[in-house]
């Protein structure tokens, strides 16, 4: 009993562990934005902030909380030390907090900073589905159970039918002529689902292995999924209005932008924009080149001619992203499960029914003899 409760004890651990590895690490940088926004209303740099909470041993911050303050009180700059400690906040967050230092708008890249940790509720949210499909469906001993049937227990039962003349099973010989057609789309349809399980646990450190992996390989890999596109295209409006905000040029506040995104593949775009900028054509008809559906290009322009500033103006459109973001990742994760039960189904059903025909065709000829 004993061996038992520890095993179902280490397993629920292990299960919590990655789950909640998302929210776990937002919760870090969730953390890390709340001391830093202690020090502004008194006036104190940011690094001199992160040093003085560091100095008070709270051991809720973190180990690389602390070695990130140690880099900083060395005499390193807030985007050197980062880059020492690269796992203590996400990439974006990270460039995001350099540039809100350099161009002297931290307060409001501290607010589009905390819009991006909300992303981790909506990848628990996928992680639920996965956990069912990993705990149910798609797990890798049914695809040994199947190759077991198609190569050794089948013709086996076919030997035996065929010496006792119980005639012909189509089904059956569909499944035996067609194993390894569907032995290879189980393993694509899992090696795509695990596929996905990887990147839910990897986060950013998986995409910068795949980045130095294959060129950019995790960004552009990032940037297929189109609620990781809305995200990306949150992160960049909301700090491309902060820095217009702040009075830089346009073309400053673009490349900047672009950065903090953290995604290559977008910073390629945002390098297109750019380019249309030298030509003299306008920054709101420029990131049609960004935004093919218009409604970046249309939202900018509005915002460019309020009096309120592009922050204010374009708030609302930021939250429609985040919302948008949500409604697709959750979506396909819906039709994932769909399609990997009704896989399930397929397969199961159709290996009981050859299998009872089977049977049935040799018990009648039993009864024959």
């Known amino acids: 009993m004993l061996l038992w409760f520890g095993l179902v004890f280490g397993l629920g651990w292990v299960l919590y562990f990655f789950v909640s590895l998302p929210m776990r690490r937002e919760e870090r940088a969730r953390l890390f934005l709340d001391v830093v926004e202690t ?170 292995w795949l980045n130095r992996l294959g060129a950019g390989l995790g960004d552009r890999l990032a940037f297929a999924f189109s609620w990781q596109r809305q995200r990306i295209l949150r992160n960049f409006s909301g700090t491309l209005a902060a820095l217009l905000d702040a009075g830089l040029p346009e073309a400053r506040a673009l490349t900047l932008a672009a950065d903090g995104t953290a995604n290559r593949v977008f910073r390629k775009r945002a390098d297109a924009v750019g380019a249309e900028l030298a030509r003299g054509v306008r920054l709101a008809d420029a990131v049609q080149r960004i935004d093919a559906t218009g409604e970046f290009r249309w939202r900018l322009a509005n915002a460019s001619q309020g009096p309120q500033g592009f922050w204010t103006a374009l708030a609302g459109w930021h939250e429609a992203l985040d919302a948008r973001a949500f409604q697709q990742e959750q979506i396909l994760a819906q039709l994932v499960t769909t399609a990997l039960v009704f896989v399930n189904g397929f397969m199961v059903g159709g290996v009981a029914i050859a299998v009872f025909q089977l049977f049935l065709s040799i018990i009648n000829a039993g009864l024959l003899w």
Not at 59 to 81: D, K, Q, V
Not at 156 to 184: D, T
């Open 39 to 208: 020090g502004l209303p008194r006036g104190q740099s940011l690094e001199h902030t992160v040093v003085s909470a560091s100095g008070a041993g709270d051991r809720a911050l973190g180990a690389r909380f602390h070695l990130l303050a140690a880099h900083l009180e060395s005499g390193l700059s807030l985007g050197a030390a980062l880059e020492k400690v690269p796992h203590f906040l996400p990439p974006p967050l990270r460039t995001m907090l350099s540039i809100g230092v350099e161009t002297s708008c931290l307060p409001k890249i501290l607010i589009a900073g905390r819009r991006q940790l909300r992303d981790g509720v909506a990848q628990v949210w996928k992680a639920q589905h996965f956990l069912a499909l990993m705990a149910l469906i798609a797990t890798p001993v049914w695809l040994f159970v199947f190759w077991a049937l198609v190569i050794f227990v089948f013709p086996k039962f076919q030997a035996i039918g065929q010496e006792m003349g119980a005639g012909s099973w189509p089904l059956l010989q569909w499944l035996l002529e067609n194993a390894g057609l569907l032995i290879a789309l189980q393993v694509i349809l899992f090696g795509g689902f695990y596929l996905c399980v990887a990147l839910y646990v990897g986060g950013a450190r998986l995409t910068s």
